[in-house]
């Protein structure tokens, strides 16, 4: 039904770039929840009702490759969390891992990460040879960010992209404009980004194709760029790969439609099937593919350029790989994280509740 002016409403992305607005009611007492992005790294609480016949209802990922529906009847506010670092610390990636539970979405670089805070502002931390820490942009009105190789890219609200650091193959002072871009990723020395309209654009270091040879097409919803080598999830389930492919990185990209997920690592990469299984491929002189976990119940990965991380579904971690930081062995437990993020050079990150 048509939404009355000023009336407060929940939108959920349609798959295609856009976002579909939908009514919000008060809750009935003692009424269960989920939580959903809210578009600005944070979550939105949405109390679940049994629709009835003939509802408008939203379709909403499950986290497994499906999609749930759900009555919308409320909305509350937002859930932060708390970084955890483990691995590589030689340029303090580990110790200056900021306090507080103010966090919600994390990505590593080469030797440095970077974290967005509840109020839409950025923290930088760890190797500053580039600026990559000094130079992460102020103001508070960011969705999104992605740590490359010594470089950062930062995604805004209004759909504009920011870039700072390491500028040798100008992965920041090629940085595309316009506002209409939803995603981003960075990779070694390139940089990807995908627009509202499905389309990638890619712009940096070129000297495997990784910026000549980015697909064509509007049917995207996800990229990852890797050290010299990118992927892209389409909208069908598909998987593209392009640039370089000494380990057969990209020729041997699986085929099939049944995926949710790419991450892209150094010469190796990694899928989430829509059944929570994970699929690797790539060089593997570290078990970066043969040791990749078995089993059904996986929600999110991470590639770092020779280890990688797992989320699964009931909030614990996986890693392996290499292990010469003990990035792997090192892997926190318990059950209570809710993103995975590698660091290039040996570390990793998670969120914890």
């Not at 490759?65 to 691995?87: N, R």
């Not at 440095?112 to 950025?122: M, R, V, Y």
């Not at 999104?144 to 920011?162: E, M, N, Q, R």
Request: glycine share 16%; with cysteine; proline share 4%.
């Amino acid at each position: 039904m048509a939404l009355e002016a000023g009336k407060k409403c929940l939108c959920i992305p349609d798959g295609k770039g856009g976002y579909t607005a939908y009514e919000i009611s008060a809750p009935k007492a003692g009424e269960k929840c989920i939580l959903l992005p809210d578009g600005k790294g944070g979550y939105i609480a949405v109390g679940t009702g049994v629709p009835s016949v003939g509802d408008k209802v939203p379709v909403v990922p499950d986290g497994r490759g499906g999609y749930v529906t759900w009555k919308v009847t409320w909305k509350a506010g937002p859930v932060v969390f708390q970084i955890i670092s483990w691995g590589n610390d030689s340029r303090g990636q580990v110790r200056y891992t900021p306090g507080g539970y103010y966090y919600t979405a994390i990505s590593g670089g080469a030797w440095h990460s970077l974290a967005l805070k509840i109020d839409g502002s950025i923290v930088s931390w760890g190797g500053n040879d580039y600026q990559q820490v000094r130079d992460t942009p102020a103001g508070n009105d960011f969705a999104a960010i992605s740590g490359g190789g010594h470089h950062s890219l930062a995604l805004k609200i209004d759909g504009s992209i920011v870039s700072w650091g390491n500028d040798w193959y100008n992965q920041v002072s090629d940085t595309p404009a316009g506002n209409d871009f939803a995603a981003i990723s960075g990779g070694g020395w390139h940089s990807l980004a995908l627009k509202t309209d499905g389309s990638i654009v890619s712009w940096g270091y070129n000297g495997y194709n990784q910026v000549s040879n980015t697909p064509a097409g509007n049917d995207f919803a996800a990229i990852s760029g890797g050290l010299w080598h990118s992927l892209a999830l389409k909208i069908d389930g598909t998987i593209v790969s392009w640039g370089r492919d000494n380990y057969n990185q990209v020729s041997n990209t699986p085929a099939g439609n049944d995926f949710t997920a790419v991450a892209a690592g150094g010469w190796h990469s990694l899928a989430l099937k829509t059944d929570g299984s994970i699929v690797s491929w790539g060089w593997d002189s570290y078990g970066q593919v043969t040791d990749t976990p078995e089993g059904n119940d996986f929600a999110a990965i991470a590639s770092g350029y020779w280890h990688s991380l797992a989320l699964k579904t009931d909030g614990s971690i996986i890693s392996w790989g290499r292990d010469n930081y003990n990035q792997v062995s090192n892997t926190p437990a318990g059950n209570d994280f809710t993103a995975v993020a590698t660091g290039a050079w040996y570390h990793s990150l998670a969120l914890k509740r």
